[in-house]
């Protein structure tokens, strides 16, 4: 139990000391597929490529209602165009291409009054993943801070740094999932133990019901015998006045015998009796400390479901510090 105390410590700590997290952007030139440009990059600890690619294909990819309706029609307009009069449109997705993923034509406002054609790579490290974005006028050049006003350039950052703070909500959103997961997992451990103990009730009861039967059946064997010992005795004063060797004498006889036989066996029933409440007794005894044990069990699995919840609560705030 003190272990379990310990380990609950541990990581609220922990969680704690990491309930505050600022997502900070980078600037610099780094190498992709068109040579070295202008990055802006941000650390997202705790991820995954995996999942923080599917975030900026999300992120970087949403494109107004108009502008995939126009895409659209453009798309079905050239089915009845021979394929010199088809006209151009914009792949409305991000693509992939040797582990830099690219996308064009995308219009932000806040960022630039031009499309921008965007590239992104991802990066796995020990803490987490780092991302860099790279970003291109389309078909022209890349933007850097000596082609854009300072506002511009600031805009671009907040651009990447909201991703970040996206993404690594996104990150912690799957943490939540899963600590989720595993309190409800101990929840059923918990219904297990609960379950054990309502059988063991049961049994208890049934066990005792037996014992009450068993003790009315000794109840009536033991007025068996006490009419059964009548019986002989008053059999036994009417043999003592016959004649040995009469046929009255050896029927009387055999009729003791008989009765003598009948009231064995009502002792043996009741001895078989007794064996059988003591056992079920053993039974009540044994069912009583595995409900003892249970109560420990089920103290301790609900220290185990706060600690479990307890978690869930750290990451959600832990996911509210994120900025």
Do not use: H
Not at 297 to 315: N, W
């Amino acid at each position: 139990m003190k272990q379990i105390f310990l380990l609950f410590a541990a990581i609220t700590m922990a969680l704690n000391a990491s309930s505050q997290y600022k997502v900070v952007v980078e600037t610099g030139e780094k190498s992709m597929s068109k040579g070295t440009q202008m990055a802006f990059t941000v650390v997202i600890p705790e991820a995954k490529t995996e999942e923080v690619e599917p975030v900026w294909k999300k992120y970087v990819n949403n494109r107004s209602i108009g502008e995939r309706i126009s895409n659209l029609a453009t798309q079905v307009g050239n089915i009845f165009k021979s394929e010199e009069n088809r006209a151009s449109r914009d792949r409305l997705k991000v693509e992939t291409k040797g582990g830099e993923m690219y996308v064009r034509s995308i219009e932000v406002n806040e960022i630039s009054k031009y499309s921008m054609d965007v590239y992104a790579r991802i990066t796995q490290l020990a803490e987490g993943c780092q991302f860099s974005a790279f970003f291109q006028y389309t078909d022209s050049a890349f933007i850097s801070e000596s082609n854009v006003d300072a506002e511009r350039f600031m805009s671009l950052k907040s651009y990447v740094r909201d991703f970040g703070v996206e993404a690594y909500q996104s990150v912690v959103d799957n943490q939540i999932k899963e600590a989720k997961k595993e309190v409800s997992k101990q929840e059923g451990v918990l219904k297990d133990i609960e379950s054990k103990t309502k059988r063991e009730e049961k049994a208890i009861t049934r066990y005792e019901s037996n014992i009450q039967e068993y003790n009315a059946s000794i109840f009536a064997l033991e007025n068996d015998i006490v009419r059964v010992n009548e019986i002989i005795n008053l059999k036994k004063v009417s043999f003592s006045t016959m004649l040995k060797g009469t046929p009255e004498f050896d029927e009387a006889k055999k009729e003791l015998k008989v009765l003598e036989k009948e009231k064995s066996g009502y002792f043996r029933e009741i001895k078989s009796s007794k064996g059988k409440i003591k056992s079920k007794e053993m039974d009540i005894k044994s069912a009583k400390n595995k409900i003892d044990k249970n109560d420990i069990d089920l103290k301790r699995q609900q220290l185990v479901i706060q600690e479990k919840e307890a978690i869930v609560g750290q990451l959600v705030k832990k996911k509210e510090g994120i900025q």
